[in-house]
């Protein structure tokens, strides 16, 4: 059951990574960094982290392309009755860690996530290290 889990994970990674290219000439292609990432949500709260998402604040989605994000997604799995969120996006900046730290230091942000981190369930790694989300390995990618 776990080797099916860890295939569907990396199925639905690939078809994500497939989706979001968009074909531009070589010599326009901007440097692109892909993240995925994974976390339990609290099967009480998946209404509400939903519909949370459904209304993103502006001011926040705004934040997210000055951090050089784009084609950002969440997805929603349940496995073996438990709701799991997978997150993909790509950076295109050139100092990830200050845009990163830009990002956590957004007062909107904050806010937001004070609504949001509530109704999720950390995996353990992520627990261990004071996160949120799993860092995911990216095994494979076609343009």
């Excluded at 990396?10 to 892909?34: F, G, N, S, W």
């Excluded at 730290?101 to 995996?123: A, E, F, I």
Aim: aromatic share 14%; charged share 25%.
């Amino acid at each position: 059951m776990e080797k099916m889990k860890v295939f569907f994970i990396v199925l639905i990674l690939l078809i994500i990574c497939a989706a979001a290219y968009i074909h531009k000439p070589a010599d326009k292609q901007p440097v692109v960094k892909r993240y995925a990432s994974i976390t339990g949500v609290k099967p009480d709260k998946v209404a509400r982290y939903k519909y949370l998402h459904a209304h993103a604040w502006p001011a926040v989605l705004k934040k997210i392309k000055e951090c050089n994000i784009r084609n950002y997604s969440i997805y929603l799995k349940n496995i073996d009755g438990k709701p799991y969120l997978f997150s993909y996006f790509e950076y295109t900046g050139n100092n990830f860690t200050a845009d990163m730290q830009k990002m956590t230091t957004d007062t909107n942000t904050r806010k937001w996530w004070k609504g949001t981190d509530p109704t999720q369930l950390p995996l353990p790694d992520a627990t261990a290290r004071g996160k949120i989300w799993s860092d995911m390995e990216e095994v494979f990618h076609t343009p």
